[in-house]
Nanobody
């Protein structure tokens, strides 16, 4: 089992920026497509962004964050990032990372376990 550790969340005003990070102490993300998901209060967890293992591979975003969020990874540091700009109150959620798999035209979590997530709260 992989221990996933998300960090970097916080409280920010609408229009502001945050960068959240994901690491897996003692485990490598080598070879895995990695993704960010989020869960808002009272809603299902949803896909946000995904990045492939290789530099020439694909990056995909949910329509709701396209143009505002940027996913990246540092394979040497075994860390995945999500830079969030122009934040909106609708982005308020707990953000989680996981390996990603594509199925049915959308992205899902590969691993059945989750970290504690990191809370992002955007005030209006």
């Amino acid at each position: 089992q992989v221990q996933l550790v998300e960090s970097g969340g916080g409280l920010v005003q609408a229009g502001g920026s945050l960068r959240v990070s994901c690491a897996a102490p003692g485990r490598t993300f080598s070879g895995y497509t990695m993704a960010w998901f989020r869960q808002a209060p009272g809603k299902e967890r949803e896909f946000v962004a995904v990045i492939s293992w290789s530099a020439g591979g694909g990056i995909y975003y949910a329509d709701s964050v396209k143009g505002r969020f940027t996913i990246s990874r540092d394979n040497a540091r075994n860390t995945v990032y999500l830079q969030m700009n122009s934040l909106e109150p609708e982005d308020t959620a707990v953000y989680y990372c996981n390996a990603g798999r594509r199925d049915g035209g959308t992205w899902h979590a590969l691993w059945p376990y989750w970290g504690q997530g990191t809370q992002v709260t955007v005030s209006s």
